[in-house]
DNA sequence: TTCATAGTTCGATCGTAACCGAAGCATCTC
DNA sequence: GAGATGCTTCGGTTACGATCGAACTATGAA
């Protein structure tokens, strides 16, 4: 009977309620704080201390001291890749804890997953990508295609740079909310910070939400034509 | 803060160590009962019933009713592959639970995940199907090729009919002793179960162990040699 | 029918762990 | 230095849930 690794330690770090409203909040990909992590737990400072011990004890998070600060983060992103699927089936089995409210549309529409966009409209880029021929995917491997290489040089992404880091430059995840798979790794970072730093698209403090400007917005749906 | 599904839900239905080693065992694939889960579990009947009816609750197990006998399963592949994935984390994090025993060597020479073929052999299969140029790997993602298709008729495997089913012919799945992927799917599943119609391999009882007969063995590592 | 086996439900016990207040360090600012 | 801020440690309370014995239901066998 006991083979293998064990599960339930893992399962019961992920299985206490301000623990994961911590861990969800940190796969927004900022590093934050304890006292920021406690209010995403809704827990006072004291206990959210023992819950990021406990947390870092097993591996899934890691931390570096800056100053008077700690921030801490997902240990790496196979813990986020962990947490993502664990959204997924959760929200396949109806285990929701979202009160529908004015925020819950523009989560839907585009947010961070890690440091990759999500929602709608990273699905959408996904699929835009494969339809142009940009992108090929094989089940769930994607690959850049020739074609793609400068496809993506002319919207200022450069393949060679990111190829050469060890992170996987294609990664399909599993969007929680769509049901679908939209593009993480390296280019799918790539591709969200080029939206951030053209100013089509920023962040909204305390939540994964990401807005686009109108501008951005029309630019964004214009260089990923939907296609059916 | 309250935003998406809720995994902590999820979290804490596998967090506890007797469920999770019911889960474990039940990732061999096969339904088993009550009792016996109850003895996976190392707890008496009316614990695990409670833990059952939780876990069905929960969406991660399935149940059919036989006689007096009631047969509970993992609810769908997806679960397979949470709790697989979260075996590689935990190995990956040193959260191990098995002494190392007799027993442990065959659990990493090959045994039953979910449906298909773990551990070494696991590994090698896929290993040696890419080399072959039977199987095209991009990232994760796993396709048969037309040679792929035309190699696998020849040792019984047909591969028209797998992919008239809904479910995926190709997926690759982390092994959590090797580290590495191995071969899911129902390609994954075909393939384990023509060793054992042939006599190759077969499954030791209330284990995940899968052996191989002295003839199996050498067929195998014949129709998949090593090449590095 | 009677008996045996499979499983659930109830009730009570018990342990663990989540929680917070208060006090203690550590680091930065002035 | 003094004071403020970020975080940890300690101690004590509390609550939840895992556990099992015993009683109960359901299915099958004799």
Redesign the interface.
């Known amino acids: 009977?006991?083979?293998?690794?064990?599960?339930?330690?893992?399962?019961?770090?992920?299985?206490?309620?301000a623990?994961?409203?911590m861990?969800?909040?940190l796969t927004g990909g900022r590093a934050l704080t304890a006292t920021e992590l406690a209010?995403?737990g809704?827990i006072t400072l004291q206990t959210a201390s023992s819950h990021l011990s406990k947390l870092e004890g097993?591996?899934?998070l890691a931390q570096r001291k800056q100053g008077r600060h700690r921030y801490f983060t997902l240990a790496d992103e196979?813990?986020a890749?962990?947490?993502e699927?664990?959204?997924?089936?959760?929200?396949?089995?109806?285990?929701?804890?979202?009160?529908p409210g004015p925020?819950?549309p523009a989560?839907r529409k585009a947010r961070i997953c890690y440091d990759h966009l999500a929602g709608d409209y990273g699905v959408r880029m996904l699929d835009s990508l494969v339809a142009s021929g940009s992108i090929?995917?094989?089940?769930?491997?994607?690959?850049v295609t020739t074609k793609g290489e400068s496809d993506l040089q002319c919207i200022g992404i450069d393949i060679g740079s990111l190829k050469s880091s060890r992170r996987?430059l294609?990664?399909?995840c599993l969007d929680?909310?769509e049901r679908r798979a939209h593009l993480a790794g390296s280019l799918g970072k790539a591709l969200l910070a080029s939206f951030m730093e053209k100013g089509w698209a920023r962040r909204i403090p305390e939540?994964?939400s990401v807005v686009f400007s109108p501008e951005g917005d029309r630019q964004f749906l214009k260089l990923f034509p939907l296609q059916s």
């Open positions: 009977m006991k083979e293998g690794p064990d599960i339930a330690q893992i399962g019961a770090l992920i299985g206490d309620p623990r994961a409203n861990l969800a909040a209010a995403a809704g097993g591996g899934l196979a813990v890749r962990l947490i699927s664990m959204m997924g089936l959760a929200a396949s089995r109806g285990h929701l804890r979202h009160q925020k819950d989560l090929d995917a094989i089940g769930d491997g994607l690959a996987p294609c990664r399909s929680w909310s939540s994964r």
